[in-house]
């Protein structure tokens, strides 16, 4: 009797919660995975006007595809990372939900080098290029400031001696 009552209790809302609360753990990869995905469409979208190339509704719903394709991804590693190879990967890693990490790292990677390529299209700049300008140019300021701390030291020294 009681089981009849508790079942029919449960309505729709009490699953579909309780559906949602299996998949708070992968909540932000997911959302990550999905601002890669839009960041990528806008920019691609923007290129191709910049570009005058004319964009079709097929363009446009693969967009949908990808997606649904990409959160489909991370969902069912979740789960088969949850439900089958959780404690194997445990016993090589500490790292919790690793194997869905990895997988949502790959797609991350590559949403990454296709906004690259949409940036390059669209106005003409190599992200990697930038990059490497911008750690080239990290390196010296991290010797100038180096070299302002030495100076600094050497005025600090020179005041200790005319103290003494």
Excluded at 76 to 82: A, F, Q
Excluded at 134 to 140: A, D, M, Q
């Amino acid at each position: 009797m009681i089981n009849k009552l508790i079942i029919s209790k449960i309505t729709l809302p009490h699953l579909f919660v309780t559906l949602l609360s299996f998949f708070i753990p992968i909540k932000a990869i997911i959302i990550l995975v999905g601002v890669m995905i839009f960041l990528d469409t806008i920019l691609g979208v923007t290129a191709s006007v910049r570009n005058k190339i004319s964009i079709t509704s097929k363009l446009l719903s693969s967009i949908v595809s990808k997606m649904i394709l990409y959160q489909s991804a991370v969902i069912l590693i979740y789960c088969i990372e949850y439900f089958i190879l959780g404690d194997l990967i445990l016993m090589f890693t500490s790292t919790p939900l690793f194997l869905t990490k990895v997988v949502a790292t790959l797609l991350v990677g590559i949403e990454f080098l296709s906004i690259t390529e949409n940036i390059n299209k669209g106005w003409g700049i190599n992200v990697w290029t930038k990059l490497k300008n911008l750690l080239k140019r990290s390196k010296e300021v991290k010797s100038d400031v180096n070299e302002i701390v030495d100076n600094i030291r050497g005025i600090k020294d020179d005041i200790d001696e005319v103290i003494k």
